[in-house]
């Protein structure tokens, strides 16, 4: 079992190399869904001599530790669920729930409710169905504000969902007129 700062620090390079720059590293993703073999990226990390002794295991176990749902296997594949910044991956449309969160903080959400929720640097805008994980996509961005997204209205104007696994969605962008912020007072129970 790794230790946690240990297994943080991977998990942060696993995501650099399947979510940003797998070619700086030698490896092919595959252009659909995004992932490629275990072995492969064991063996792009074993280049790598802080990561010389790593595991099958080791992989594996990150991939079910990740507290943000990061990665997904497959058999003997792997990917990164979202995030990705390098060649589009393709996700399924779907029908979401009839609202999604989106965290952030409370210096962008004016700017959000103004020009609407754009992917920034990714490829898509990242939504969860429940409150903790865009509570922790949110709060390491400054003072946590968690914006409610009506993906019913925003589904009838043409913006298409996309599931990418474990309580995640993905859109293109989501115009203005569909977020708000989320009140907890107002709305009952935080769902979590």
Known sequence: MLHDNVQTKLSK???KILR???EEFGLS???V???CAIADLLEVLRVQTKWSEIKVSDIEEVAAR???QRFEINGERIRARYGHSHDKVSYPAATPPNVLYHGTNVLAA???LKQGLRPMKRQYVHLSEGLHFATLAGKRRG???ILAIDTEKASQAGVVFYYAGN???LADEVPAEFCRVYEAEKEGQLNG
Do not use: A
């Open 110 to 112: 004016p700017v959000i």
């Open 13 to 15: 390079f696993m995501s």
């Open 20 to 22: 940003h720059s797998p």
């Open 66 to 68: 990740c507290e943000k």
């Open 33 to 35: 869904d995004g992932s």
């Open 29 to 31: 993703l595959d252009p």
């Open 167 to 169: 309580e995640v969605w």
């Open 143 to 145: 003072e946590l504000i």
